[in-house]
């Protein structure tokens, strides 16, 4: 089994009203990575993912150029990368605003 790894990011560009959260949530699924993303007002897009290093390699590269079809990446930032013993999230969730 590969260490696990924690890392948050951080998305620029056209990534908010076309459906990047619901992409990003699928590509964790996909990839088993566990975390969350979030809008925020500035119109990026933060979130936190966790799970297998390999696996967070794939998901960085997928947030720096692929993301979801109608978006447009300008730049993704990351921080807080470190190794972790265990994930502090059981899925990965879209966090949304409160009502």
């Known amino acids: 089994m590969s260490a696990l790894r924690s890392i948050d990011f951080k998305v620029f560009g056209?990534?908010?009203?076309?459906f990047f959260r619901k992409h990003t949530k699928e590509q964790a699924d996909k990839l088993k990575l566990v975390g969350w993303c979030k809008n925020e007002p500035d119109l990026t897009v933060t979130g936190v993912v966790q799970g297998?290093?390999?696996?967070?390699?794939?998901?960085?590269?997928?947030?720096?150029?692929?993301?979801?079809?109608?978006?447009?990446?300008?730049?993704?930032?990351?921080?807080?990368?470190?190794?972790?013993?265990?994930?502090?999230?059981?899925?990965?969730?879209?966090?949304r605003k409160k009502k």
Do not use: H, Y
């Open 14 to 18: 056209r990534v908010q009203g076309v």
């Open 52 to 95: 297998a290093s390999s696996q967070i390699d794939t998901m960085m590269k997928w947030l720096e150029k692929t993301g979801s079809p109608q978006s447009r990446i300008d730049s993704c930032t990351f921080s807080n990368d470190r190794k972790v013993d265990k994930t502090e999230f059981s899925e990965f969730t879209i966090r």
